[in-house]
């Protein structure tokens, strides 16, 4: 029973997430200008960022969607199918471009928290890969006891 609600709860959190980041995707030329005042890197190279971080925004969105797409078959009962395996190999080219595209800002500008958030995406990638793996194994192994049952 404790599990249910933790799984419906993290579903909740994953489509505020998801909304929420379509939010800062459209809000993306007002946001990079205003922290332009602050930080002077935004505002010179103001279309740059935007790009990187639109570009970034749209893969983590979809990302997210990915994983409410795996929550709604957790909910379900039904997690070991092969639209999941699909999803998590998605999830980690998506995170692998995050990757790739925070490493394209590094020629902007250099900081440790992209070279952090690169780190983050490629193990993110790495594990969706092998999650992806893992559970490709798992559904023969089910498959192979339903038809032996």
Request: charged share 15%.
């Amino acid at each position: 029973m404790g599990q249910i609600n933790v799984t419906k709860i993290t579903k909740g959190i994953l489509d505020f997430m998801f909304y929420a980041g379509i939010v800062a995707c459209i809000t993306l030329p007002f946001t990079v200008r205003f922290i332009g005042k602050y930080f002077p890197h935004y505002e010179i190279y103001y279309l740059p960022m935007l790009v990187l971080f639109f570009f970034s925004g749209i893969f983590a969105i979809l990302i997210i969607l990915e994983l409410r797409y795996i929550f709604r078959t957790v909910i379900d009962g039904d997690c070991f199918i092969k639209e999941n395996v699909r999803s998590l190999k998605r999830m980690g080219n998506y995170s692998f471009c995050i990757a790739i595209i925070s490493g394209l800002r590094l020629i902007l500008v250099i900081t440790p928290a992209t070279l952090v958030i690169i780190l983050v995406f490629v193990i993110a990638g790495l594990f969706s890969k092998v999650l992806s793996s893992v559970f490709d194994q798992a559904i023969t192994y089910k498959l192979e006891n339903d038809l032996t049952i």
